[in-house]
């Protein structure tokens, strides 16, 4: 086994001074509505999906099929790269934009076997690397110096220049391979399932400690962080609410609901100022909240509603009690909110700041783009841009829609 080579600038940069060769596929956007959406044919000549997964700063997307995987930009949307096999790749991590991936086979036909990763050098259209499991592999995380893999009952962590084993971490039955690894050059943070239900286990490789985060009394269904590590967002196998914790003490900053029914939480987004927090479900709503944590410890205008968290002076996340600058919007909270402690809680609860609608039941991932927007992404094939308002709130507003997995005619 080779060790790979330093990654370098590929074929997925997409900026509008620099276009691929591979670009001459673009896909041409629609304005169709949510619900127009489910009513158009998915199978008419669309390749099978088999996952689909943002890079490392959300600005672009993979996408593993049953004949290969593609690579699509965010903004402007459209198709970049392709790579056909004969097999299903059900895997594909990105690092950043460069042309080094991690594969993973998927499908009824699988390209390799699904206990495998594959590193795959698109410059040399061939693996330069692998590494073999016990047991199938159910998620892959790439950052420029280390490589992660997450089996059902393990996570390994390997560095990237040579390969070389550097800690193995174990975890609660985690079948949906759930695992973040920061992306920021200064802080390599790693959060995974711990042992106990509703634990959450933070790695800060840096600092070299270990935090347990007791995040819900339920099983952990989603999370993530913040590019630093440095903030967590977590959810339960309830979907009812979101915590954001700091992961340097693992105090609690802020407590959001989703809903007052059980849901199937399938993604979790923070913005890259922790400004907002989104989150998708199987109730076919987006929503978006606005946090109470600033960065740096500093507020926008130095308020004096700030304050620090006990016994953390220097942390770079502090809550900010109930301050929000003149361009943001509070999430709304119950009329009765004044009883809190007599009446139920979700009567003090703070709700979503501004909601968008989708199809029930179907699998969607967020994230957050430029001004104001948001990024969905579908497991059915679709493609969502939308703004929402930093004030208002309210209902978010559509600005594009497309069908990223139609073939293109040759």
Same mark, same amino acid.
């Given at each position: ?6 990654? +370098?600038? #590929? ?13 001459s ?17 998915? #199978? ?13 700063d959300?600005?672009c ?9 593609r ?18 790749? =059900? ?13 993973? !086979? ?10 495998k ?6 410059h ?14 159910r998620?892959?995380?790439l ?12 996570i390994?962590?390997y560095?990237?220049q ?31 399932? !711990? ?31 913040? +590019?630093d ?39 979790i ?27 740096? =410890?500093? +507020?926008?205008?130095?308020? +004096? ?32 909110s004044?009883m809190? !402690? ?23 991932l967020?994230?957050? !783009? ?28 559509q ?12």
């Amino acid at each position: 086994m080779r060790s790979p080579p330093s990654p +370098s600038p #590929s074929g997925y940069q997409t900026s509008d001074s620099e276009q691929s060769p591979a670009q001459s596929g673009h896909q041409s956007s629609t304005s169709l509505s949510p619900l127009q959406a489910t009513s158009e044919s998915s #199978s008419n000549n669309e390749a099978p999906l088999l996952g689909t997964y943002f890079n490392q700063d959300y600005g672009c997307f993979a996408c593993g099929t049953d004949q290969g995987f593609r690579i699509y930009n965010c903004d402007p949307f459209e198709e970049t790269f392709r790579r056909n096999f004969r097999g299903g790749i =059900g895997i594909v991590e990105m690092l950043f934009r460069c042309n080094i991936l991690a594969l993973v !086979g998927g499908g009824k036909n699988p390209q390799y076997p699904p206990n495998k990763v594959m590193i795959w050098d698109d410059h040399q259209s061939r693996c330069i690397g692998e590494l073999s499991f016990r047991s199938e592999v159910r998620a892959v995380k790439l950052r420029r110096d280390r490589i992660v893999v997450v089996l059902e009952h393990k996570i390994y962590v390997y560095k990237f220049q040579d390969l070389k084993l550097l800690h193995q971490i174990e975890t609660l039955a985690n079948p949906k391979g759930l695992c973040v690894l920061s992306h920021a050059t200064n802080s390599c943070v790693l959060a995974c399932p !711990g042992l106990h239900r509703g634990q959450v286990r933070v790695e800060h490789y840096g600092l070299k400690t270990t935090k347990f985060i007791s995040a819900h009394d339920s099983h952990i269904a989603c999370f993530t962080l913040t +590019s630093d590590g440095l903030l967590l967002a977590t959810a339960s196998t309830k979907g009812t609410l979101v915590r954001i914790f700091n992961t340097l003490d693992g105090s609690r900053l802020q407590e959001v609901r989703r809903g007052v029914d059980r849901a199937e939480i399938y993604s979790i987004a923070l913005s890259p100022a922790a400004q907002w927090l989104a989150v998708s479900s199987d109730k076919g709503t987006v929503h978006i909240f606005s946090l109470k944590v600033q960065v740096g =410890g500093e +507020s926008p205008s130095k308020s +004096s509603a700030m304050k620090d968290l006990p016994g953390s002076s220097d942390l770079p996340y502090v809550l900010v009690d109930n301050f929000f600058t003149p361009h943001t919007g509070a999430n709304p909270s119950s009329s009765l909110s004044f009883m809190k !402690g007599v009446l139920p809680k979700y009567f003090s609860s703070e709700w979503s700041f501004a909601q968008f609608h989708l199809p029930e039941n179907t699998r969607f991932l967020v994230a957050f !783009g430029r001004q104001n927007t948001i990024v969905i992404l579908g497991l059915d094939g679709s493609f969502y841009r939308c703004v929402f308002d930093p004030v208002h709130g309210g209902e978010i507003v559509q600005q594009e829609y497309a069908r990223f997995l139609k073939s293109h005619t040759n």
